[in-house]
C-alpha cells in the first residue's frame, strides 16, 4: 500500500522561501513519477510540478523560476523548493504518485 506524508507548509511573507517534503512508502520515487499539486479555496486543483522517473522535471507556467522539484532516493522523499513565494501561491498542496494523494500541507503567503 503507497502512502505519501508531506510536511513543510506554513505561513511565509512574499518574497520568502518554504520547501515540502513528501516521504514515500510502498513506492520507490527515483523510479516513478511523482508530482506536486496544488488547490486555493474555491479553484480546482492544479499540477504544480513534476519528476519523471528518468529525473525530467516540468513545472507550470506559474511557477517556472520559482519552484524546483527534486528527490531524494536515499530517504525516498520528494522535495519542492519554493523560493519568491506569491500570496497567489497560498493553497493546499498535495504529493502525488499517479493513484495516490497524501493528506496536504497548507501554504499561506501573506503579502
Known amino acids: 500500500q503507497v502512502q505519501l506524508v508531506e510536511s513543510g507548509g506554513g505561513l511565509v511573507q512574499a518574497g520568502g522561501s518554504l520547501r515540502l517534503s513528501c516521504t514515500a512508502s510502498g513506492t520507490i520515487v527515483s523510479i516513478n513519477t511523482m508530482g506536486w499539486y496544488r488547490q486555493a479555496p474555491g479553484k480546482q486543483r492544479e499540477l504544480v510540478a513534476v519528476?519523471?522517473?528518468?529525473?525530467?522535471?516540468n513545472y507550470a507556467d506559474s511557477v517556472k523560476g520559482r519552484f524546483t522539484i527534486s528527490r531524494d532516493g536515499a530517504k525516498n522523499t520528494v522535495y519542492l523548493q519554493m523560493d519568491s513565494l506569491k500570496p497567489e501561491d497560498t493553497a493546499v498542496y498535495y504529493c502525488?504518485?499517479?493513484?495516490?494523494w497524501g493528506q496536504g500541507t497548507q501554504v499561506t503567503v501573506s503579502s
Open positions: 519528476i519523471l522517473g528518468s529525473g525530467t522535471t
Open positions: 502525488n504518485k499517479p493513484g495516490t
